[in-house]
């Protein structure tokens, strides 16, 4: 019994690179170190506001532009605002 060789078959097409995925983006930079804040306060609601989504979510850093250092002081400072009720856990449905 002869056994036939398993293989794939050749793509007769490479894949073409998109105009648009050649574009450069402009990077964000973290306005805390920009501003070089020292302590993130979690009374401040209107500056957390800004890394909130309109549903209450936590902004993801790669849509906020901070530093990792920052993205996490900023997560600890909204979960201290939420837990002391001056913002909500969810937002509107």
């Not at 793509?11 to 804040?37: A, L």
């Not at 990792?68 to 900023?74: A, D, L, M, N």
Request: hydrophobic share 30%.
């Amino acid at each position: 019994m002869a056994r036939k060789a398993n293989k794939k078959p050749q793509r007769t097409q490479r894949r073409r690179r998109n105009e648009m995925s050649t574009r450069r983006v402009k990077r964000k930079v973290c306005h805390f170190c920009h501003e070089k804040v020292e302590y993130i306060d979690w009374k401040d609601v209107a500056l957390l506001r800004r890394y909130m989504s309109d549903r209450a979510k936590i902004r993801a850093r790669r849509v906020s532009g901070n530093c990792p250092r920052h993205q996490r002081e900023v997560a600890v400072a909204i979960k201290s605002a939420r837990e002391m009720a001056l913002l909500p856990y969810v937002g509107n449905r």
